[in-house]
């Protein structure tokens, strides 16, 4: 008689904790987990230009060289192959984009490395690659020097 009464205790005590453990998982915070698991935001990606030269020019000549690190922030890894592939097109843009910026007067006063000009690289590279692809830069000016005999 003892056994059979542990036995129907075991049970009754196996079956109590897998109801409550499948309450806990099925009914409580265990769809706002999976929700927030499916939601999470995608790893950026980075694309990093080899350092460049950019010449500022001043009444039409070369007042100093800057070189630059220039790191484009992608708002997902994937666009990392595209960018790669266009990355020519890409350095061009904002070569060009940096010519015209540089040789004003209001970009040379508040820094070559201003929001200003952050944000028209990211303007320039957002029109190759698609609108809301680039999020951000890095830019980093690396060494500002004056060209032999300036």
Do not use: C
Not at 98 to 106: E, I, V
Not at 119 to 128: A, G, K, N
């Amino acid at each position: 008689m003892k056994k059979i009464l542990s036995i129907v205790l075991l049970l009754l005590l196996l079956l109590g904790s897998g109801g409550a453990a499948a309450w806990w998982y099925y009914f409580q915070d265990g769809q706002e987990v999976v929700a927030e698991v499916i939601h999470s935001e995608p790893n950026p990606g980075y694309l990093t230009f080899e350092p460049f030269v950019v010449p500022v020019l001043q009444r039409n000549k070369v007042t100093h060289h800057l070189t630059m690190d220039l790191t484009l922030v992608f708002s997902t890894d994937e666009l990392v192959p595209t960018a790669e592939y266009l990355e020519p097109r890409l350095k061009d843009a904002i070569l060009s984009e940096l010519h015209g910026l540089y040789n004003m007067r209001l970009v040379r006063d508040e820094g070559f490395d201003s929001p200003l000009v952050q944000d028209r690289i990211v303007l320039v590279s957002q029109r190759i690659l698609g609108e809301g692809k680039v999020t951000g830069i890095r830019l980093y000016i690396v060494e500002k020097r004056k060209p032999a005999g300036a």
